[in-house]
């Protein structure tokens, strides 16, 4: 299925599958672990540990431990909210590495919601296309949104975090549907990709700031 040229500045299709493979679906949560891992460690990347030896009132020697997830998508998303108030740029190549991982990890996430049978691939698009259109900074961007879109963006965490749960409510039904009958049910896989397509365009606002336009409560 063609991704649509116009709407959002983000925008996300996945290809409907006729008929779903019952053993790697089965399987599913198996296989995804080798790519999982993959994302996981790009995601991730940057993450600290911290040890720290003190004694407490009884004069015992207390470990403790801190952990810091400053991972390298946060950390893209805080250097280019710098990069956009201080400079008032957005560099190219900064949004092409950031729009291929967003890619990938629809990519991912597709399969782990046994959208596709196809494993993800780092490189090709496959069935799941996932469109971000590079801003031009000096119309399409206001400095210092930046600074506020996170708290703006709020009332969507919100819903989505009435909206996720049930997507993988939706997901559990959905592999006992395929083992049964192949086939995942259209009105459960509009939904699920409806909900990555809301996650997709707010962290285009909120996280990826290639937009200033706030994004619609709608799964469409």
């Not at 296989?31 to 990347?45: E, F, N, Q, T």
């Not at 698009?125 to 996932?130: A, G, N």
């Not at 009332?155 to 959905?174: D, E, G, K, N």
């Amino acid at each position: 299925m063609a991704i649509e040229p116009a709407g959002y500045a983000a925008r996300l299709e996945v290809d409907y599958p006729e008929k779903l493979d019952r053993l790697t679906t089965f399987f599913r949560i198996i296989w995804i672990i080798p790519v999982a891992i993959i994302l996981g460690l790009i995601s991730d990347a940057g993450q600290t540990v911290t040890n720290t030896v003190i004694l407490n009132e009884a004069g015992e020697v207390v470990r403790r431990t801190r952990e810091t997830a400053g991972g390298l998508a946060s950390g893209l998303s805080v250097v280019t909210a710098l990069m956009i108030i201080f400079r008032h740029r957005y560099p190219r190549w900064w949004f092409d590495f950031s729009r291929e991982l967003t890619r990938f990890g629809a990519r991912v996430s597709a399969y782990a919601a046994l959208l596709t049978d196809r494993y993800p691939s780092t490189v090709e698009e496959q069935s799941v296309h996932l469109e971000i259109d590079y801003p031009d900074v000096e119309t399409d961007l206001n400095r210092w949104y930046p600074l506020v879109k996170w708290f703006l963006a709020i009332p969507h965490y919100i819903v989505l975090l009435i909206l996720v749960p049930l997507s993988v409510f939706a997901v559990l039904f959905t592999w006992i549907a395929i083992l049964f009958t192949g086939r995942y049910p259209r009105g459960l896989f509009d939904f699920v990709v409806g909900v990555g397509r809301w996650g997709l365009r707010v962290g285009a606002y909120a996280f990826l700031l290639v937009t200033d336009q706030y994004p619609p409560f709608s799964l469409r």
